[in-house]
């Protein structure tokens, strides 16, 4: 049962360009959650999603961020226009079905975001 | 609201000795607790948790924890260090009946040899 899987690991864009980040959760999971963690940072909530839906999206930037999980296919996190304050390893977890707060968030790799 | 404290941001010990890693929280609702390790440029991995059974949870690793709700602490504990566990250590806390994740700041963990 392979784990959460993101990609790209590595990104790089220069100012002004889009990011786009992916998110394939485990096998049977319907909820995703994307965190931010800053250099030096611990990880900060970004948006908890299921399919088709956004259910918390209080931890997001109101410009240039947006999430979506479709039906079909990964999640994705999207970065308009980034700039430098951008560049952070972005953080995907799934959990299985019932968002119950006993759930374990199973974490992937990450993808590092660095803007030039 | 919920918030979690990790009292400190380095710690370091050398091999063979006992690991104390403290984590304090605040949470409106009783909540789930657990503890990550992040290793250098990797992703995280749960350690162990706390979801209201037995207050003192084992996790991988040689890992325990112990959550005390009269002083709101859920530390977390290893008696002898290994070099491979130098790492970064994050408490996090979810309030009951809820799934927004708070994390605490993280604390390195170097291991001496």
């Known amino acids: 049962n392979a784990g959460v899987m993101q990609n790209p690991r590595h990104l790089v864009r220069r100012r002004g360009q889009e990011a786009r980040l992916r998110c394939s959760p485990m096998?049977?999971?319907?909820?995703v959650y994307w965190y931010r963690q800053l250099p030096e940072e611990g990880l900060k909530f970004m948006v908890y999603l299921q399919k088709e839906n956004i259910i918390d999206e209080s931890g997001m930037p109101k410009e240039r961020f947006s999430a979506e999980f479709p039906k079909e296919g990964p999640s994705i996190l999207r970065i308009q226009q980034v700039v430098r304050g951008d560049s952070a390893a972005y953080f995907c977890?799934?959990?299985?079905?019932?968002?119950?707060?006993?759930?374990?968030?199973?974490f992937g790799p990450g993808t590092r975001l660095t803007v030039l | 609201a919920q918030s979690v404290t990790q009292l400190d941001s380095h710690v370091s010990v050398s091999e063979g000795t006992p690991v104390l890693l403290r984590c304090n929280y605040s949470?409106?609702?009783?909540?789930?607790l657990f503890w990550y390790v992040q290793h250098p440029n990797k992703g995280l991995q749960l350690l162990l948790k706390y979801t209201s059974a037995a207050t003192l949870v084992k996790g991988i690793n040689g890992f325990e924890a112990e959550f005390k709700k009269s002083e709101t602490s859920f530390h977390l504990t290893k008696p002898s260090a290994h070099m491979s566990d130098a790492a970064e250590y994050f408490c996090v806390v979810i309030p009951r009946g809820y799934q927004k994740v708070t994390f605490g700041t993280g604390t390195k963990l170097q291991v001496i040899p």
């Open positions: 949470s409106s609702y009783s909540p789930s």
């Open positions: 096998k049977g999971h319907s909820h």
């Open positions: 977890a799934s959990s299985p079905s019932g968002g119950s707060s006993t759930d374990t968030q199973y």
